[in-house]
């Protein structure tokens, strides 16, 4: 089994909520790079990445561009002519590494499904794409349980903190700082980036470098 | 194998970052709540709870009572004379469930140890005791990583959200109204808590109650 990994991404001014440390420019490059890390992860599960981006970007991947904005939709017009298992993995997980998709992918139910903090949906694992559709707004963990339950598919939820980690704010970067691997920690490092202990908690502060004035 | 768990707990005037919404009898009955899942979940996978309380608390559980304030220091007197594989386990994750303490418990290396967020460490599996000691302040993770390389110790890093997620501020507690299954989840319906998405995110409301002086 070679599943198709779709992975959405927006390449241009991605990750605003880091507006606070980061220039568009380099927010621009780290979401590259925890794209880079994520499609490695993917090959390294021997699944085949497909970028499902917003505009088309400099990049060897593989491609769908969609116009339409509304990523629920995209995919719902994708994944009846998906051939075969497919999985939708999110862009922002930096964490990502091959042994957690592989125990995404090896589901031995309908389909899986790791969510993502706050509510979120981060994976999605669909043996038979065409019986299934996404809605990603709001809390849309539950609702994707709550689309699998009217399908009749069962449905596993996958208990990894790997995918659970998705890069959106200033305290999430110290995630990508303690157990990242890969390139999008490089990255934080190259610019400056380092952990700290603020009042017993982790947090994480950028040296020798003004803050980008608000967009 | 039937190794002991120990779990820190203070009963009294616990988790004070939550008194934005919950009265200190609140917080404590939560606290309780949250403490009997990770039991329920730890006798799951045929562990034997033993809990590490700062004070002698109503309940049948057996317990050892820490004077010292140092939770650190009274782990390191327990642990070389505790008497074979043991972990150790937060009382504050609500989601831990059997599934992933057997993960944890079923290590193939000398430990395992479970992050926590921000990074903490919320588990730690040794299976000789004496050969590891603990501190848990700061950023605990990076340093149990330490300590145990300096102590030649082969060390799996578990991959799960369940154990990864303390309940230790208002937001942490969207993750237990959608994920949790046991008492503290209920608790927290009784006490009018209520999913709610806000600008596109998560969040909780206490409905029908104003929210209690501050301490």
Known sequence: MCPHAL????PANPK???SCLF??????TLAC???DDVVDAIKDA???PVIVATDLFDSDLVQVTITDADLSQSLNTILPQAAGPTLILMADLPLANADAIRRVIKTERDMA???GRGGGTNAIFIKDPARFHVDYYGMSFLKHMKIAEEAGLSCEVIDSF???TDIDEKEDLVELLIHGAGKSRRYLEELGCVLVVEKGRAGVERKNHPAPAAP
Chains 1, 2 share one sequence.
Do not use: F, G
């Open 7 to 10: 992975i959405p991404y927006k």
């Open 16 to 18: 605003t909520r880091l």
């Open 23 to 28: 220039s568009q420019d380099e927010r621009e």
């Open 33 to 35: 790079a925890m794209l």
């Open 46 to 48: 021997n699944c085949t």
């Open 113 to 115: 499904i790791v969510p």
């Open 162 to 164: 790997r995918l659970h």
